[in-house]
Nanobody, 125 residues
Framework: QVQLAESGGGSVQTGGSLRLSCAVSQTTYKNRCKAWFRQGAGKEREGVAVICPEADFTRYVDSAKGRFTVSQDNAKNTVYLQMNSLKPEDTGIYYC??????????????????WGQGTQVTVSS
């Protein structure tokens, strides 16, 4: 069973940066699309960024464009989310996901089948 392990969360002030990592346990998932989602307290889990390495494709939610960058290191089988200019509204638990089904849009959480346990990001004003 493939496992996803997020790390890199923490507490920063407004305007700060963090880099999240998602290590994927099986290399057979190297070319699969991956996504980052986040869930704030009392909120729905929302999609933030998607990367499809084989297609050289990335996509971001509007609130992340220009501030977040998703990337993948094939040698380490790890996906990253570089987050700059962080805002308090970015606070939440960040999850990575893979194994997207054929239905649903990129940012629909139910479209993704495999999830990590999440890492907490807190941005204070």
């Amino acid at each position: 069973q493939v496992q996803l392990a997020e790390s890199g969360g923490g507490s920063v002030q407004t305007g700060g940066s963090l880099r999240l990592s998602c290590a994927v346990s099986q290399t057979t998932y190297k070319n699969r699309c991956k996504a980052w989602f986040r869930q704030g307290a009392g909120k729905e889990r929302e999609g933030v960024a998607v990367i499809c390495p084989e297609a050289d494709f990335t996509r971001y939610v509007d609130s992340a464009k220009g501030r977040f960058t998703v990337s993948q290191d094939n040698a380490k089988n790890t996906v990253y989310l570089q987050m700059n200019s962080l805002k308090p509204e970015d606070t939440g638990i960040y999850y990575c996901a893979t194994d997207k089904g054929s239905g649903g849009t990129w940012f629909e959480k139910n479209a993704w089948n495999l999830w990590g346990q999440g890492t907490q990001v807190t941005v204070s004003s």
